[in-house]
């Protein structure tokens, strides 16, 4: 986190055509771009495996804003970058805030526990144990299961299955949702 404000870089929100995902991921690989798309791989109906996005659409690039802006300029990236009209900049998303996001993507978990302290719907907690230890959402409870739901600057929200006895209540106020 001390290089990002140090070399001033940010993840920035990006929207390009349906379908152009993967290919943009390609092409920031080769340029040496950090970047980060929400996909998921499944078997097509022939058993092939076979990687989709999970949010149409959208793209998270990492870099300076100069670069940012040079790979739609100057390298012709097809994508438009989303924009915050509060601060009349970029959209940029905290690292936090897209850390918290990919794990909560990247695991799923099917446990149970115990719990002492009562939750209630849209509280903010934290996650105390697991691989998903340190993650900061809101409390969400579908069928009798326990979820907590994290957010990109209020735009896209992940959730994972925990359980209650993994949450402590956070201090923090809700933030984006």
Same mark, same amino acid.
């Given at each position: 986190m001390a290089e990002a404000t140090l070399n001033n870089t940010h993840w920035y929100a990006a929207r390009t055509r349906y379908g152009q %995902? !993967?290919?943009?991921?390609?092409? =920031? %690989?080769? !340029?040496?771009? %950090?970047?980060?798309?929400?996909s998921e791989k499944r078997r097509n109906y022939r058993g092939q495996l076979r990687e989709r996005p999970l949010i149409n659409n959208l793209v998270f690039i990492r870099a300076d804003k100069r670069t940012a802006c040079e790979l739609r300029t100057e390298r012709a990236l097809p994508v438009n970058y989303l924009f915050d009209y509060v601060r009349h900049t970029m959209l940029t998303v905290p690292d936090k805030q897209m850390d918290d996001f990919r794990k909560v993507l990247e695991v799923s978990i099917t446990e149970g526990g115990l719990i002492d302290r009562p939750l209630a719907v849209g509280d903010r907690v934290r996650i105390t144990r697991g691989p998903l230890k340190g993650v900061e959402g809101n409390v =969400? %409870? =579908?069928q009798g299961k326990l979820y907590v739901v994290v957010s990109l600057a209020g735009m896209v929200f992940a959730s994972a299955r925990v359980p209650r006895a993994w949450l402590e209540q956070a201090n923090r106020k809700i933030q984006n949702i």
């Open positions: %995902e !993967l290919g943009i991921r390609d092409r =920031l %690989e080769a !340029l040496g771009v %950090e970047h980060f798309i929400p =969400l %409870e =579908l």
